[in-house]
């Protein structure tokens, strides 16, 4: 027990006071930090980031679209609200009486952000020591920066990207029921999710054929159980009663395909390298190249090392982002980020490669809190998100 507890002040350390530190010039109204303008707006700044006020307005109005457009004052139709899921919202509707609703959306981020690095410690455990899995954790923590940056701003990413490790968690200890609740949890969050149930389709797949061409053709059909797997369907079904609630409060079951521009894929691939798209708007992007190599490099490490959940749920999502064009293209990787970082563990867990480590901390904190200073929803009236 008292392992139990040291571990989670660790992990919540590790978690906290990245984040603290991201505040700090913010809460501080430092004008200009390390030669970066940083404003006037001090914790404003922190609360006003994309796209943390449209989830108070769902929060407060929970998709009553006459409350919406009497809280909201951003020129966006109702349906915009759509594209947002409820979950996140919801937890935050649970504890702003105590806080306010812009303190409670990141409060909800910073406990579900523990929630998200305890479970990648968990899964870290099932193969690593204590020292080394504490270290991946803190590499998680605080990597890539535009996971730094979601995880300290009001977003449903950490809540999101955490139910997909718990879930993948449980799919690997073989406890499908919980593994089934937690991607519930992931779909409920974000429409991304229903790609968690689209890799398990296949990871089933390849998991029920390699073990049935290991037994005699007469006892293959009596050995193909599936319905161990039932709970995975959670997630398709939750996705079902999000239409359904959009189908009271929209009037449109579809609503979500409605909610204008925010669905990103687009056909053929790779353009995110179309400068003229609307979410890309520029031609510096050979970074996107580095995430495209990195990232299918550590899906096959994860193959080689027979880690076949993990690949498979890592493959789904990198594959969707091969379609998407917007310029953020790494905030629509962050699912299999995790995994990612659990294939590079041969890597990353040299004495060598600690140095590394701490030296990029530092760009990783300047990038973040440039990005938090102009990442910000342009608001004139706080009194109705209050």
Same mark, same amino acid.
């Given at each position: 027990?008292?392992?139990?507890?040291?571990?989670?002040?660790?992990?919540?350390?590790?978690?906290?006071?990245?984040?603290?530190?991201?505040?700090?010039?913010?809460?501080?109204?430092?004008?200009?930090?390390?030669?970066?303008?940083?404003?006037?707006?001090?914790?404003?700044?922190?609360?006003?980031?994309?796209?943390?006020?449209?989830?108070?307005?769902?929060?407060?109005?929970?998709?009553?679209?006459?409350?919406?457009?009497?809280?909201?004052?951003?020129?966006?139709?109702?349906?915009?609200?759509?594209?947002?899921?409820?979950?996140?919202?919801?937890?935050?509707?649970?504890?702003?009486?105590?806080?306010?609703?812009?303190?409670?959306?990141?409060?909800?981020?910073?406990?579900?952000?523990?929630?998200?690095?305890?479970?990648?410690?968990?899964?870290?455990?099932?193969?690593?020591?204590?020292?080394?899995?504490?270290?991946?954790?803190?590499?998680?923590?605080?990597?890539?920066?535009?996971?730094?940056?979601?995880?300290?701003?009001?977003?449903?990413?950490?809540?999101?990207?955490?139910?997909?490790?718990?879930?993948?968690?449980?799919?690997?200890?073989?406890?499908?029921?919980?593994?089934?609740?937690?991607?519930?949890?992931?779909? &409920?969050? =974000?429409?991304?999710? /229903? +790609? $968690?149930?689209?890799?398990?389709? @296949?990871? %089933? #797949? !390849?998991?029920?054929?390699? *073990?049935?061409?290991?037994?005699?053709?007469?006892?293959?059909?009596?050995?193909?159980? &599936?319905? =161990?797997?039932?709970? /995975? +369907? $959670?997630?398709?079904?939750?996705? @079902?009663? %999000? #239409? !359904?609630?959009?189908?009271? *409060?929209?009037?449109?079951?579809?609503?979500?395909?409605?909610?204008?521009?925010?669905?990103?894929?687009?056909?053929?691939?790779?353009?995110?390298?179309?400068?003229?798209?609307?979410?890309?708007?520029?031609?510096?992007?050979?970074?996107?190249?580095?995430?495209?190599?990195?990232?299918?490099?550590?899906?096959?490490?994860?193959?080689?090392?027979?880690?076949?959940?993990?690949?498979?749920?890592?493959?789904?999502?990198?594959?969707?982002?091969?379609?998407?064009?917007?310029?953020?293209?790494?905030?629509?990787?962050?699912?299999?980020?995790?995994?990612?970082?659990?294939?590079?563990?041969?890597?990353?867990?040299?004495?060598?490669?600690?140095?590394?480590?701490?030296?990029?901390?530092?760009?990783?904190?300047?990038?973040?809190?440039?990005?938090?200073?102009?990442?910000?929803?342009?608001?004139?009236?706080?009194?109705?998100?209050?």
């Amino acid at each position: 027990m008292k392992k139990k507890i040291r571990d989670f002040i660790f992990i919540s350390l590790i978690t906290i006071i990245p984040t603290l530190l991201i505040w700090l010039p913010f809460f501080a109204k430092i004008e200009n930090f390390w030669t970066i303008p940083l404003g006037k707006d001090g914790m404003a700044t922190i609360v006003a980031n994309y796209d943390g006020p449209l989830y108070i307005v769902i929060a407060k109005s929970l998709y009553n679209t006459e409350i919406i457009k009497q809280i909201a004052s951003f020129p966006l139709p109702v349906e915009y609200y759509a594209a947002h899921f409820p979950l996140f919202p919801l937890l935050i509707r649970l504890i702003a009486p105590l806080f306010g609703f812009p303190y409670a959306m990141l409060l909800t981020t910073i406990f579900t952000s523990i929630f998200c690095i305890y479970f990648f410690y968990k899964l870290a455990r099932t193969k690593l020591n204590e020292s080394q899995a504490k270290w991946l954790a803190f590499i998680f923590s605080i990597f890539p920066a535009r996971w730094l940056i979601t995880r300290s701003i009001g977003s449903p990413e950490p809540l999101f990207v955490g139910a997909i490790i718990a879930s993948v968690y449980y799919f690997r200890e073989k406890e499908y029921l919980l593994s089934g609740i937690m991607g519930m949890v992931a779909q &409920l969050t =974000k429409s991304p999710g /229903i +790609l $968690l149930f689209v890799a398990y389709i @296949i990871a %089933i #797949f !390849i998991q029920e054929s390699s *073990r049935l061409t290991n037994i005699k053709q007469e006892k293959k059909i009596n050995s193909l159980n &599936l319905l =161990k797997y039932l709970p /995975i +369907l $959670l997630i398709p079904l939750s996705l @079902i009663i %999000i #239409f !359904i609630i959009y189908g009271i *409060r929209f009037n449109d079951f579809f609503a979500y395909f409605h909610s204008g521009d925010n669905i990103h894929l687009f056909f053929p691939p790779f353009q995110v390298f179309n400068y003229s798209s609307h979410w890309v708007g520029t031609f510096w992007l050979e970074e996107v190249i580095f995430v495209y190599l990195l990232s299918s490099w550590g899906i096959i490490k994860l193959f080689k090392n027979k880690e076949t959940i993990l690949a498979t749920v890592s493959t789904i999502f990198f594959a969707s982002i091969l379609f998407v064009a917007h310029r953020d293209i790494i905030r629509y990787l962050l699912p299999a980020v995790p995994f990612l970082i659990w294939g590079y563990k041969d890597i990353l867990l040299k004495k060598e490669f600690r140095p590394v480590i701490f030296l990029i901390i530092i760009p990783i904190y300047l990038f973040a809190i440039g990005f938090i200073s102009q990442n910000k929803m342009p608001i004139a009236d706080w009194a109705p998100l209050l």
